[in-house]
């Protein structure tokens, strides 16, 4: 009676994340359509993601793009998108994006199979004015810098890591979780930590 119970539950919880991996697949599909995205291969999961694209912002994704929400480590937040002003958001095929917000005002550029872990940020601006006095006035607050963020191909980004604005991270890369990278990591090495700090060039698959 145990083990039927069990085959019960799973097969009940397995078409439940089926229906809703659909269901959330044609809600994400028809939020692209009405902004202008074309792609292929679109995966999605867990919960409806949030995008918000300004009326001047660009969005871009290529084939085979999983946006999976409230999964596993990235539990239980969504992917949310959130572009503005002339901001051009760029993924590229194959990526990987788990429960993580992306913030783009200038330019963020994602290239071929990155994967980026469950609850990571990703900004290209400061959000507010790094001038104390410029802060109290209302007008000002909000003016930030901007400087682009590119993550090269088959950049792995650990769960909970937060990407600043003009970093660029090279091409095989991996940031450790939960790390803070606030300068450029060249290809093909290993950096981690609060800020984000070489640990060990990468030179094999293990």
């Known amino acids: 009676m145990t083990k039927f119970l069990k085959f019960l539950y799973v097969g009940l919880d397995t078409f439940k994340l089926s229906l809703m991996c659909f269901f959330c697949l044609i809600v994400l599909k028809f939020k692209l359509f009405l902004i202008g995205v074309r792609t292929k291969g679109l995966k999605t999961g867990g919960g409806i993601m949030c995008i918000r694209v300004g009326r001047k912002s660009k969005l871009m994704i290529g084939k085979n793009v999983n946006f999976a929400n409230k999964w596993e480590v990235g539990y239980p937040q969504k992917c949310y998108l959130r572009i503005k002003g002339t901001g051009v958001l760029s993924i590229g095929d194959n990526v990987g994006i788990n429960s993580s917000q992306i913030f783009c005002d200038k330019s963020i550029t994602i290239g071929n199979q990155v994967h980026i872990g469950g609850g990571s940020k990703i900004f290209d601006n400061d959000f507010h ?78």
């Open 129 to 206: 004015n790094m001038d104390w006095k410029a802060r109290r006035d209302p007008k000002l607050n909000n003016v930030s810098k901007t400087s682009p963020v590119v993550i090269e191909n088959d950049v792995f980004i650990g769960t909970s890591c937060v990407i600043c604005k003009g970093v660029t991270i090279g091409a095989r890369s991996i940031v450790a979780a939960g790390s803070v990278v606030v300068k450029s990591i060249p290809a093909d090495e290993m950096w981690g930590g609060n800020p984000a700090k070489f640990i060990k060039k990468i030179n094999c698959i293990n």
